[in-house]
C-alpha cells in the first residue's frame, strides 16, 4: 500500500513538473514570458514555479525554477540585446530562478505555521512599506520636476499607486477568507527572482550592465535599485493575484 500510494505521489509531482514546463516552454518561447520594457524586461515566468512549489513542495519548484531558469538563457540569444550576454551565466539566470522554489514553499510553510492573524500584519506591513515608498518617491519626483524629466517616470509611479491600492483592496475584499500565507509566498517567490538576479548582476557586472543601458556608471547601486523597484513592484503584485486564484482553486478541488 505504501508503495502504491508513494507511485501515486511521485506521477502527480512528475505530471505538475511536466504541465508547468510546457507553461514555461509556451511563456520563454513566446513574447509573453519576458516583456521588454525600455532597456529591461518584465517577466511572469516566475508564476510557474513559485505555483508548483506551493502545491507540490519545493523539489517540483527547483525542477520549474530550472526550466526558467534554461529559457532565460534561450531568450537572451534568440533575442539579443547589449545586456544578453550578461545572461549567459547561470549564476544571473538560473540559480536565482531555482531558488524560487526554495523560499516560496518555505515562507508558505513559515507563515502557514504562524498563523492568520501574524500572516495578515507581515502583509499589511508590506503593503504599506510599499505605498510609503512609492509616495514619497513620486511627491519627490513632481516638486524636483524639471522640463528635460521623462513625464513617463512620474506618471508610472503615480500608475504604480494606485494599481497599488486597488490590489489591496481586492485582497482584502475577496482573499480574506482564503489562505493568507499563499499571498505572501507568492511576494517573497517574486522578490527571490527580481533581488537575486539583479544582485548577481551588481555583484559580477555592475557597472558594465549600467554603461550598457544607458545609466551613470557612478551611481550603479542606485540604477540598479531603481529597476528593482520597477520591475519587483508589477512583477509582485501580478504574482500575488494570479498565485493565490490558482492556488486556492486547485486547493479546493
Do not use: C
Not at 516566475?46 to 531558469?69: Q, R, Y
Not at 550603479?220 to 504574482?239: R, Y
Request: glycine share 10%.
Amino acid at each position: 500500500m505504501l508503495k502504491t500510494n508513494t507511485k501515486k505521489v511521485s506521477v502527480r509531482k512528475l505530471t505538475i513538473v511536466g504541465v508547468l514546463a510546457a507553461i514555461s516552454a509556451l511563456l520563454g518561447l513566446t513574447p509573453l514570458g519576458f516583456i521588454p520594457v525600455g532597456p529591461v524586461k518584465y517577466t511572469i515566468m516566475h508564476i510557474p514555479v513559485i505555483i508548483g512549489a506551493i502545491i507540490e513542495g519545493p523539489i517540483v519548484g527547483i525542477l520549474v525554477g530550472l526550466m526558467f531558469g534554461i529559457f532565460s538563457i534561450i531568450n537572451a540569444v534568440i533575442n539579443f540585446t547589449p545586456i544578453s550576454p550578461i545572461f549567459f551565466n547561470p549564476l544571473v539566470s538560473v540559480l536565482p530562478r531555482v531558488l524560487i522554489g526554495i523560499t516560496a514553499y518555505y515562507s508558505y510553510v513559515l507563515f502557514k505555521r504562524m498563523g492568520r492573524k501574524a500572516s495578515i500584519t507581515t502583509l499589511v506591513v508590506i503593503w504599506t512599506s510599499t505605498l510609503v515608498y512609492l509616495s514619497k518617491t513620486f511627491i519627490t519626483q513632481i516638486i524636483s520636476y524639471e522640463a528635460g524629466m521623462s513625464i513617463w517616470q512620474v506618471s508610472f509611479r503615480g500608475v504604480l499607486i494606485l494599481v497599488t491600492l486597488l490590489v489591496g483592496f481586492y485582497s482584502y475584499k475577496r482573499l480574506k477568507d482564503h489562505a493568507i500565507e499563499v499571498v505572501i509566498a507568492a511576494a517573497i517567490g517574486t522578490l527571490t527572482n527580481t533581488i537575486g538576479v539583479l544582485f548577481m548582476i551588481y555583484k559580477l557586472y555592475g557597472e558594465t550592465f549600467v554603461e550598457k543601458i544607458g545609466g551613470n556608471t557612478d551611481l550603479v547601486g542606485k540604477v540598479i535599485l531603481g529597476i528593482g523597484l520597477t520591475n519587483g513592484i508589477p512583477e509582485t503584485i501580478i504574482a500575488m493575484l494570479i498565485v493565490t486564484s490558482v492556488v486556492v482553486a486547485l486547493k479546493k478541488q
